[in-house]
């Protein structure tokens, strides 16, 4: 795991110290691991080192914290989100769309349906569906901006939906 070295300020937080979302593939990418190891030491929650093990690209380790966390934890929206991750860092991009799309229909109309529609955004991307991409990052940015989201998470949007625009334009 090595640090991304330059050029990262101005890519959106990913929620977790010294991960950023690296705006060409939209993904989490560990861009200080100092930083990621020093708050991981530091953290008791489960969840934080099942987040840092899908960036990492460890989705059959991140699977198994995954079921030792929800065991204790069923109802988690972090846990069940981080589950579409599993699938989509395996390359199951269906099945975490189908997830993900599972979610949605549990938050919609609540302050959670703006995350959802981000994370399924990414999920679209990642698999090729850059329409439906477009179509989720927007609709996350519109919810987000209309309930005055803090401007990290706007800001986050607002480089998805642009980054799938350019692909989807340059693939048209």
């Known amino acids: 795991m090595a640090t991304v070295t330059g050029g990262t300020s101005d890519w959106p937080d990913a929620g977790f110290p010294g991960i950023k979302v690296n705006p060409d593939s939209l993904m989490p990418q560990i861009v200080n691991e100092e930083a990621c190891a020093a708050a991981l ?101 519109d919810l987000r901006v209309a309930g005055s989201a803090d401007a990290a998470l706007i800001y986050a949007s607002t480089v998805a939906l642009q980054r799938a625009r350019d692909v989807l334009d340059r693939a048209s």
């Open 41 to 141: 030491e530091a953290s008791t929650d489960p969840a934080d080192l099942i987040f840092v093990r899908l960036v990492q690209g460890h989705a059959a380790e991140a699977a198994e914290l995954l079921a030792e966390a929800r065991y204790t934890n069923p109802g988690s929206l972090r846990l069940r989100i981080f589950e579409a991750d599993v699938l989509r860092v395996s390359n199951r991009f269906d099945r975490a769309v189908e997830l993900f799309r599972q979610l949605l229909a549990e938050t919609r109309g609540t302050p959670d349906e703006a995350s959802i529609r981000q994370q399924l955004g990414r999920s679209y991307f990642a698999g090729g569906n850059l329409a439906a991409a477009v179509e989720s990052f927007a609709k996350a940015l």
